[in-house]
């Protein structure tokens, strides 16, 4: 456990989040384990965490506005209805898994020998694949 000003806790998790928060890696399981790492409890009440997500989901809402606003604003295209239909399609699973199984998933699967071996398959698939 290191022990340093929470200022520079925090600034290497901000370093952390936006190194892994657009490789297929998990960004919030990187912040867990380097949470604990750094003796940073903040990051358990979910604020922080939420609110060091902020950029990278406003990096990508910046990014892919114009896409987004012209989907969005002609829904009734073909081509927009399909795109919806695909996200709703993909969103809907983790959407119902999720609150079905939000318990299951805080009380076991958020240890850090859970999230350690779940990076390292995760990485070997990726290698893999």
Wanted: proline letters at 2%; hydrophobic letters at 55%; a neutral charge.
């Amino acid at each position: 456990m290191l022990d340093l000003p929470i200022f520079f806790k925090v600034i290497i998790l901000g370093i952390i989040e936006g190194l892994t928060e657009f490789i297929p890696v998990s960004s919030t399981a990187h912040l867990i384990i380097f949470s604990q790492i750094l003796n940073f409890d903040s990051i358990r009440n979910n604020v922080f965490e939420i609110a060091i997500q902020i950029g990278g989901i406003s990096a990508i809402t910046v990014i892919y506005f114009k896409k987004l606003n012209s989907t969005f604003l002609k829904f009734y295209e073909k081509n927009n209805q399909k795109f919806i239909d695909n996200l709703t399609l993909a969103f809907a699973p983790a959407v119902i898994i999720g609150l079905l199984a939000h318990d299951f998933i805080k009380k076991y699967l958020f240890s850090n020998l859970v999230i350690a071996f779940s990076l390292i398959i995760g990485g070997i698939l990726i290698i893999l694949i």
